[in-house]
């Protein structure tokens, strides 16, 4: 069985972001993946700002992530960049927590205009902790359903995210199995 590990860099507990994220977490499920979810809400506000390396909840984020075979991370975008919780849940976790493990990460945003924070932002950031990042998802606010069983409202976006998510698995398997070597 595949482990996948889906971070949520949103601080928001109905974001569109967790929203998509919830719904990646299904649809892996439905193929057959274990997957655990861990959000930057799921880590205590005072250890986060205290930089607890610590902290319980950081301690379980790290370990789910080294567990897995695959990673998922999604981030709203703020100011251009993914979050500032999600940055700092990220300092405070080993330098290569992610080495070798393929990543798919994924932004929501206002405008098509901030598609790059996805290139320039998370994906830089993300590789800091030696991750293969993989081509990413970025979607608009006005794209998410928040309320909707399978949230993404256009379909050729919706072909895509699929698309990118098999792709993701696919991989997975390929690197877990020992099939590509770096």
């Keep these: 069985m595949t482990n996948i590990a889906i971070i949520s860099g949103s601080p928001f507990v109905e974001s569109r972001t967790d929203c998509v994220l919830r719904y990646l977490q299904r649809e892996l499920e439905a193929r ?33 992530l080294r567990a897995s075979d695959g990673v998922v991370v999604g981030s709203p975008v703020y100011q251009a960049a993914y979050s500032g919780a999600l940055k700092i ?26 598609l790059l924070a996805l290139e320039f932002s998370l994906k830089p950031l993300l590789a800091t902790l030696k991750a293969h990042n993989l081509k990413g998802i970025y979607l608009v606010d006005k794209e ?18 699929l698309k990118q998510l098999e792709y993701f698995l696919d991989f997975t398997g390929k690197v877990s199995s020992k099939k590509i070597e770096y």
């Design 32 to 64: 057959g993946c274990k997957v655990t979810y861990v959000s930057v809400r799921d880590v205590p506000a005072q250890d986060l700002l205290d930089c607890k390396f610590d902290s319980p909840a950081v301690r379980h984020a790290a370990e789910t």
């Design 144 to 161: 998410i359903d928040k309320v909707a069983n399978q949230p993404i409202l256009d379909d050729a976006t919706h072909g895509r995210t």
């Design 89 to 114: 849940l990220i300092d405070l976790l080993p330098m290569d927590i992610l080495e070798g493990k393929p990543v798919l990460p994924m932004m929501t945003g206002g405008t098509k205009a901030h």
